[in-house]
C-alpha cells in the first residue's frame, strides 16, 4: 500500500509541476497571449482540475487501507472529473479546429 501511495504522490506531483509550468510561462510570456496559448492555459487547467479530483482521495484510501467513499463525496467526485474531462476534450476539440482552419487557410 505504501508502494501504491508513493507511485501516486510521484505521478501527480509531475503532473502539478509540468502543468504548473505551463500556466506560469502562459501567464508570464506576453508574446504567449495569443488563442492557441490561452487553449493551452485551459486545458493545463482542467487537466489539474481532473487530477485533483481523483488523486487525492485515491491517496488516502491507499494511505489508511482502506476503499470506502460515501455517496455523496462519489457524486461529487464523479460530477467534477467528468467535468474536467469534458471541458478538456471540448478544448482539445477547439484547438484541433483552430489548426484545421489556419492550415487551410
Same mark, same amino acid.
Given at each position: 500500500?505504501?508502494?501504491?501511495?508513493?507511485?501516486?504522490?510521484?505521478? &501527480?506531483?509531475?503532473?502539478?509541476?509540468? /502543468?504548473?509550468?505551463?500556466?506560469?510561462? %502562459?501567464?508570464?510570456?506576453?508574446?504567449?497571449?495569443?488563442?492557441?496559448?490561452?487553449?493551452?492555459? /485551459?486545458? #493545463?487547467? &482542467?487537466?489539474?482540475?481532473? +487530477?485533483?479530483?481523483? %488523486?487525492?482521495?485515491?491517496?488516502? /484510501?491507499?494511505? @489508511?487501507?482502506? &476503499?470506502? +467513499?460515501?455517496?455523496?463525496?462519489?457524486? #461529487?467526485?464523479? =460530477? =467534477?472529473?467528468? =467535468? =474536467?474531462? !469534458? #471541458?478538456?476534450?471540448?478544448?482539445? !476539440?477547439?484547438?484541433?479546429?483552430? @489548426?484545421? %482552419?489556419?492550415?487551410?487557410?
Amino acid at each position: 500500500q505504501l508502494l501504491h501511495f508513493c507511485l501516486l504522490l510521484g505521478i &501527480s506531483l509531475a503532473a502539478l509541476l509540468g /502543468n504548473g509550468l505551463i500556466i506560469s510561462a %502562459v501567464a508570464c510570456g506576453h508574446h504567449l497571449h495569443t488563442p492557441m496559448f490561452f487553449f493551452l492555459l /485551459n486545458l #493545463a487547467l &482542467s487537466d489539474l482540475g481532473s +487530477i485533483c479530483t481523483t %488523486v487525492p482521495k485515491a491517496m488516502h /484510501n491507499s494511505l @489508511r487501507d482502506t &476503499s470506502t +467513499i460515501s455517496y455523496s463525496a462519489c457524486a #461529487a467526485q464523479l =460530477f =467534477f472529473f467528468l =467535468f =474536467f474531462i !469534458t #471541458a478538456g476534450y471540448s478544448l482539445l !476539440t477547439i484547438m484541433c479546429y483552430d @489548426r484545421y %482552419v489556419s492550415i487551410c487557410k
